[in-house]
């Protein structure tokens, strides 16, 4: 990995993107409004991916199950929680009406990823992309062919962490960018050798554009320029594996 951050780095909005829905040209929508650079990331929320791959399902289309009733009780909407069964990989725990979930791309997170802010119309959730990666590849390849320009692509979306409160953005997704950064058996100043120390990058990328894009400001992609972070990571990568999880 190359570090070229002499000069610090910049991350800035890519404003005016209208609401987005399924088979919308998110590239040719970013180029409109954006000249990229080589190096760029472009960082794009997971709901704007989820959105142009119509991944989006009506609430009165579900039937929950005697399961979804029994987790859901009097404070949630068992229909939602009936497709958080469906959408979740695996569950990790549940303490109802909350459920936390492994999704199909490996992460461990509340409600399998499924959210109901920030939808097209009410009524709808919004389910997380199938491959989230690829989805990054392929929105990655595009914004190659049509500008030029030698860019990495960030999928995100917010998660909580343990024992710390709060959301923060991490990466779900990610093409032609260092996703962690493995320092082990290098030496700090005095000479210790480092043993254990891999470093998120792709998440910390993902959390600096969050503080530009917001929360509610409908800001889907944010660019960040000034760092040389080109690699071949993928965000599936990040998950601890199983044989090394001590909490499941």
């Known amino acids: 990995m190359t570090r070229a951050v002499a000069g610090g780095y910049s991350v800035f909005p890519v404003n005016q993107i209208p609401e987005l829905h399924e088979g919308d040209d998110l590239a040719a929508l970013i180029l409109d409004r954006i000249e990229l650079e080589d190096g760029d990331i472009v960082v ?25 009733r029994q987790i859901a009780g009097d404070e949630e909407d068992p ?21 936390i979930c492994e999704t199909r791309d490996g992460f461990i997170c509340a409600s399998a990823g499924i959210d109901a802010s920030n939808t097209t119309e009410a009524g709808t959730l919004i389910l ?30 917010s998660f ?7 959301t923060v953005d991490v990466a779900i997704g990610a093409a032609g960018v260092v996703v962690l950064q493995d320092l082990k058996g290098k030496r700090d100043p005095v000479g210790h050798e480092l043993r254990s120390t891999v470093i998120a990058v792709a998440d910390e990328i993902a959390s600096a554009a969050q503080l530009v894009a917001g929360k509610l400001d409908r800001i889907p992609v944010t660019i960040v320029r000034g760092l ?21």
Do not use: C, H, N, Y
């Not at 997380?128 to 692509?153: F, H, K, N, Q, W």
């Not at 040389?228 to 990040?238: S, T």
């Open 79 to 99: 229909r939602r929680i009936e497709a958080i069964l469906q959408e979740a990989k695996s569950i990790v725990k549940i303490r109802e009406p909350l459920v």
């Open 128 to 157: 997380l992309p199938l491959d989230s990666d690829a989805s990054a590849a392929a929105l990655r390849e595009t914004l190659r062919e049509r500008s030029g320009r030698e860019v990495a692509v960030i999928v995100t979306d």
């Open 228 to 248: 040389d972070l080109r690699g071949e990571g993928r965000a599936q990568e990040i998950p601890v594996p199983a044989e090394r999880d001590l909490f499941r």
């Open 44 to 68: 794009v929320a997971q709901k704007a991916i989820s959105k142009i791959e119509g991944r989006i399902i009506r609430l009165d289309g579900i039937e929950p199950s005697d399961r979804a």
């Open 160 to 166: 909580g962490r343990p024992w710390r409160q709060g």
